[in-house]
């Protein structure tokens, strides 16, 4: 059948992960390859929350071992 993708603001994304909407931004910004950039506003997946949620919650650059 067709499968509809549902997709998310970063306002929702922010919501979901427990951060702000910037630091979201902020995180796609840096990422590139996460999301879809629509005009000015962002549209995000399942899979783009899944990932920002992995890079979000990283507050240095040092990986855990």
Known sequence: GHMST???TTQ????????TDSRIRQVL???????RKHGLAWILTDD????????VGKKSKTPLA
């Open 6 to 8: 549902q997709t998310y």
């Open 12 to 19: 929702e994304a922010a919501k979901r992960l427990h951060v």
């Open 29 to 35: 910004l840096e990422s590139r390859g996460i999301g």
């Open 48 to 55: 783009d929350i899944h990932r920002l949620g992995l890079l």
